[in-house]
């Protein structure tokens, strides 16, 4: 039988939790932004809050040091501690599952992979949106409930969560604190379809991808508009659940310091200029195509899963109204709106 | 892994944009928008995303350093506080109050300025302390506070949402001020705003233009006069307007007549047909608001150019509603605060005279001192010339770079040079900071507590995210150390918030402020009492001064123009990706990787001549010096004028510049002098 | 779990000028272990850093099959690399790799090859060269075309001459301006179709140079006959980690750092055009 944890009871659950890992929460300051932050730091806010950063930056941080040096002797600095991530949405669960798999192709990234060793997710599923105007994942298939890919899932029926467990790992959590959960026979079918209504941005993300997919489909007018309106301030870059790119320098004075990656993105135009100077994408339009191909098609070529999550944030973040769905209603639905 | 994120603002530019501050306990790590914070609603620009690295900075001032066998050298705070103070008092004690000057800082608090010219006026007696704002917005607080009472933007960011025209000249606003240059371009391309682009560069805003003219540099005057010609001969002026709020329309009129449209051409080579539809365009709007900055600004006809803007806006009534102003867009995060907190040659905090014996009294009071100086002070410009004659000898300066920013750079190395005493307070080693015999070592914004004034008046908090780096001290410690070293006692106080305390006393604008009240996105002055809201525009039903005054000028010349020889006209800025002397930005990696080296910018036409093209080498020469640097050719300046941003010390455009001020508002010409090219 | 961004501290033994700005740099691990388990191929390249400076992704240009040592010649076109030029012998570089694909090697075997560099573009085919020669007998005819500026800008003068000395094996010089007593060719590096016979029977193009030679070396050959999938070049693109995750060198779906640097002309041109490989 399904169970349920009654709302009230969150934070003594939240408490044990703290014994054992590093956890964190969307957390409401007093001046009313919420952000991915360690428990300790205030209030949990489950409700339909936006949260500006998606939790990549647990595992992925804007500016991280590499490793230390001094006198040619290298200092490895890589963290790991196993982190519990409470109440994350679909869609950053979503961008996190893919920001695992690219970490891991190829050549293993220790940085990252060492903070997600361990982790245990709890997702929440929306019902209402968080980014009332930008958010879109009923069309990108990925909310507003998870179906898969946490260890728990939150449905929530009122007074109480509805736990769904989406793994042995969950299994073992809900047996392990039995105390704070009872049984239940609640039905959630109604819940989640009221949820996906309200989702009302929708786009169609299927016949986006489909035309992405064609070599020959290079909306170049559309790129050339967005390359011109866009004021290249990183923020969809930066607020992207799926953007994994970095820079790479050393932050040292007389050869004393640390090697950093900080974050770091397509549309920038130094971002692929070579030392003798050249820079195969000097064109705005280029940068802007990179950024929309990148998501919607060679994404899809690789993982067989676009790059975008339908979070919306891109959109959110953007000073002039730039955004993915909108890039897909113009190609999808042949109408201005950027 | 991440611990603590803290609410702070921007560093950057004067939006003042809200932003939370990640930290891991020692490093800053990251800069995350605040989505409820006025301004910024969950968007920054790239300077702000970027904010935290600069303070990682293994090169930051982590301990003060004393001259000693002719270099700088490490020291304890005792010995560098006395020696700043004991210097300073002895040249001051020796050669009379008025041979020390200090410069404080449009990037430091509002609580530091406020200490830096009580320094000044209270424990050396004197009015020489000044500003960078003497280099920007000097101007702007001349010329408008003669035609409207206060010489600051009459308008919130926020209601560039809902304006239905803009008319900016010299502004590059996206680059500059992105997240209003946001606004503008949102409101133009969505809610169809009008908007009309005066500038002698094509500014990325012209593409949207309805009206882009593009003026010979310095030349202002008389396309604003242009415009109210075509406004009053086509009877468009708001007549019911002018004889409620405003005086001397005759005068006006007397004036721009001689102004028509062909004549304008003339002047200013942008084409008749230009001038009457951007005169009436801007008369036939409802809610117009006026932007401009340094283009403006900087010319020895900076206060005529201010002035003309306020005449236009009166005439059309496009002032003192929602939504309707003339907004002078203020550069530094806290170039506003410094000007209210008195950081000026003239005025204490408020914007009180110190001319005026009733404002000397009220400080003395409040400052327990006599005999505050009656006399103005030295500008900014002005001290460094001081420094160079003799007549200053000792000089303190907090968190500014006129080795860089200053014009004519060479001159100003060699004033300080010829200082008896200089001591430097920065974060960083700065090009000015090598030539100090003292160099404090202050405190970024993430390591202290304080409050920014952004552009909007807004006047908000900045909060401590990390500890000062090594033994590094926030700056208004050092202040307050140095003026118990100089032997005075009113300096002592535990926290910011008490010395916001002391602001709101003596300060009517900020009266009604307190830390407590600054919660969570501070407060737009004039906020006159603790129940006042604070004030979203200005000049509501009437002008600050009563009656608005038409100041007509005429047109005159910039100081320096082309000739044979020197027969380009170059005028300098800034770039998106860079702030001012670079001291934070070029430390940035993805901001210095985007522009890493200075160009200047030249018409086709005139690289063709030349033989030159992208990434040639040119020797740009004045009569005050020469740099080399690459030629970025462009059609986005006009030809036979060329563009050089100021960031870059190893091709330091200020080397080029011309010092002639404006005789009231002693503001430098940065924006026009006579040039050569020649190829390397 | 490996941490891929450590780079491992090698001594430098021998440093060798090619030409005004190129150096070659003989470089060994001070671990042993390190240097046992640094199996290179071919083609690949390694990151070497200099700390506080940076890290640059440079080609190693030795030969997998000359054990002991590391070799990259090394042009001074940036912040790390012109670090890299003030150091001397004894002084210690910071190390990692292998990264990247390779040349082919076996699929090479019994066929003509024309390997075709301009400027410091022989440095990566130098591995590769020196690796079929050190097994001549498994290969067929081979024509070395190089091309450069100048007499002076050309690399590993003395190795070319040692080249043209073994059997079966023939090297072409080519350059821009030549100098009083050029004895070779000028012109760029096609212009030695005119001199020298290009025949794409059973034959392999292996490609390397500035990007604008590659795009016409490649028409070239194939005019002269030879299919995609026997032309063979490296790219060049901007790279930081070198391990396909900064994403700077991310081309289409491909990470040249990866995926590459070794293409043949059949991928290359299912690159967007817009991309700019070439």
Redesign the interface.
Known sequence: MAKTINKNQINSLLKEVEKEYKAFAPIKGPEGDVLFKLLCDGEVALGSEDVVISPKDIFFPQWETMFKFKDGQIEETCESAPVFLFGIRPCDLKGLLFADEFFKRDIEDKYYLSKIEGRFIVTIGCIKPPRKDACFCTSTDSGPFAKDGYDLQLVDVGESYLIEVGSKKGEEFIAKHAKFFTDSDADTAKTKEDAAKAVELKVDFKKALDLMADDKFTPQEIYERIGERCLYCGGCLYTCPTCTCFNVFDNATDGKGERVRNWDGCILSGYTREASGHNPRTEKWIRAARRYEHKLKHDCKVTEKSGCTGCGRCLSSCPVNIGMSKFIQEITEKRRTM | ?????T?TTCPYCGCGCGL?L?SDGA???????????PVSK?????K???C??FV????RLSAPLVKKDGSLQESDWETALSKTAKELRAISEKHGPDSVAFLSSAKTTNEENYLMMKLARAVFKTNNVDHCARLCHASTVVGLASTFGSGAMTNSINEFEKADLFLITGSDT?AQH??I??RI??SV??KDAKLIVIDPRQIELA?YANVYGAQKNGTDVAWINGMMNVIISEGLEAKEYITERVEDFEKLKEVVKEYTPEKVEEITSIPKEKIIEAARLYAKAKKAMIVYSMGITQHTTGVDNVKSLANLAMLTAHVGFDCTGVNPLRGQNNVQGACDLGALANVFSGYQKVVDEAARKKFEAAWKVENLPGNVGLTVTEIIDGAGTGKIKGLYIMGENPVISDPNANHVREALQNLEFLAVQDIFMTETAKYADVVLAGATFAEKDGTYTNTERRCERIRKAVDCVGNSKPDWEIICEVAKRAGYEGMEYSHPSEIMDEIAKVTPIYGGMSYERL???GLQWPCLNSEHPGTKFLHKDKFAKGMGTFLPCPYKPPAELPDKEYNFTLSTGRV?WHWHTGTMTRRT??LD????QGYVEMHPENAKALGVQT?SLIKVTSRRGSIDIKAKVTDKVVKDSVFIPFHFKEACANVLTNPALDPIAKIPEYKVCAVKLEKI | MKNEYLPYPATIEEIRPETFDTKTYKVKFKDQKIADSFDYKQGQFAEISVLGVGEAPISITSSPSRKGFLEFTIRATGKVTDEIHKLKVGDVLHIRGPYGNAFPFDALKGKNLYFIAGGIGLAPLRSLINLVMDNRSDFKHIKILYGAKTPEDMCFTQELEEWKKIDDTEVWLTVDKPCDGWGCSVGVVTELWKETNIHPDNAVGILCGPPIMIKFVTMELSKSGFKDNDIVMTLERYMKCGIGKCGHCNVGEKFICVDGPVFTSEQVKKFPEKEHVL
């Open positions: 892994m991440k611990s603590k994120h609410l939370y990640v490093k800053v790590t990251g800069a995350y928008p605040s989505k409820e914070h969950g968007a920054l620009c790239i702000g995303w970027n935290h690295e990682n900075r293994t090169d996206t992105p997240l240059g946001s371009i949102n391309l969505e593409k919660e969570p996105w998106y990696s993805v990787r985007e522009v890493p990434g």
